[in-house]
């Protein structure tokens, strides 16, 4: 297990480009299993996460490879073996998302329901109304969701639930609906950009989907897809941290491949806050304020404030001057980013899904645990800015979902070492 030792007080200057979205890549490499014919992706980004999804592709009868050029290569090769295993799924929830491409291509799914994780309790039942509303049979076994169906037939499928819509559900139930019988109307679906990019990827494909990117997403069942090529769209959450890193040691800092109009609401939160964030010949250019106004927000589904920059964007308050009130409305008990801040000095009040931030004159370096992804990187964050040294432990978490992260920090100024633990 690793560990970072980062030396605070640094204040980030220069550019840095941002990698293809993992949360895009994930249900687009489960989508090519809905095709028997290769399909090539670019802006695949190599981490940890996305390695433990092209295990189990390789279990599930998929070839894959990358080239000199960074282009992954996938290519089913053999259909017989449909069952993802626990001992991969519980590395990574998302392979959840293998269930509806293999369902509606081979007719048959054995996918070990995933368990919860540090962020709650994570149900998939929305996943399994959807399918069923297909047509598809579902029943548990020994913890395995087991589907299967003939041919899926179209249908009107309400995907809402306690939370809003579900990302990973509407990428489920749309992959399956493009080789359904008739047409299937999905209303509340997640808006999410990786939901658009994933319908675009199957379009490319001859898919006929109507609509994603928005509530209401229409499929026109088709027989058969073919193979395509396809770029993976630039991970927004990757660059709301940079720019919530470089915001926080009040820097100067210019990202490259990064998608402004996946921000609206971190961008205009964040002037709020004393934070510009410029558009400037296709780069984005972050500048902040010396003294940080506090705020309230609030996270909520695209295009509203994302959940997985709710941690980074506390790192940041922390430092402001008053009071901020921050309420998770996706994950109410993704918290656990709180109790380490406060061993680095904030000063942090929690109340239900709302924790309180009171501004502190400084966060001051100590030894913290990273609890999962994007807490790990809140406390990174923290520790660029802390007096003195911080020492994240357990930074696998962080691998599993930021490519190079510390390369890419010190490239910025930034004085990050990687030591074994
Ligand atoms: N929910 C249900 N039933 C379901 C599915 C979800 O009640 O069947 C609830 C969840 O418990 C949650 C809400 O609906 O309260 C939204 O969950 P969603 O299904 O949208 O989450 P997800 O698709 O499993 C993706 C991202 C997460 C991100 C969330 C929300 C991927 C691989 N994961 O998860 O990313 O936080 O959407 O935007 O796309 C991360 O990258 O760190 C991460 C956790």
Sequence with gaps: ??????????????????????????????????TEEPCSLRAV?????????????????????????GVLKIHVTDESHSHARYDLVRKMRASICVLGPLLAKRGYARVSMPGGCAIGARPVDLHLRGLRALGAKIELDGGDIIAT???????????????GSTVLGTANVMSAATLAEGTTMIESAACEPEIEDLADLLNAMGAKIRGAGTPRVTIEGVEQLSGAEHTV??????????????????????????????????VDKLRDVGVAVEKHNGTAVVASARRLCPTDVTTQPYPGFPTDLQAQL????????????????????????VAELLRMGANIRKEGPTAIVTGVRELIGAPVMASDLRASAALVVAGLVARGETEVRRVYHIDRGYEHIEKKLNQLGANIQRVAE
């Design 149 to 163: 169906r003939d041919r899926l037939q179209g249908t009107e499928i309400f995907l809402g639930g306690p939370f």
């Design 314 to 337: 506390m790192t940041l308050l922390c430092l402001a001057d008053g009071n901020s009130a921050i309420t998770e409305k996706i994950f109410p008990d993704r918290f656990m980013h």
């Design 1 to 34: 297990m690793d560990k970072f030792i980062i030396p605070g007080g640094v204040r980030l200057k220069g550019e840095v480009s941002i990698s293809g979205a993992k949360n895009a890549a994930l249900p687009i490499l489960a989508g090519c299993l809905l």
């Design 233 to 266: 769209i630039p991970d927004r959450i990757e660059a709301g941290t940079f720019i919530l890193a470089a915001a926080v040691t009040n820097g100067d800092v210019t990202l490259h491949n990064c998608r402004l109009d996946h921000l609206h609401a971190v």
């Design 45 to 69: 980004p190599d981490l940890a996460d996305i390695r433990a999804m092209l295990e189990i592709m390789g279990e599930l009868g998929v070839d894959t490879s990358r080239d000199d050029d």
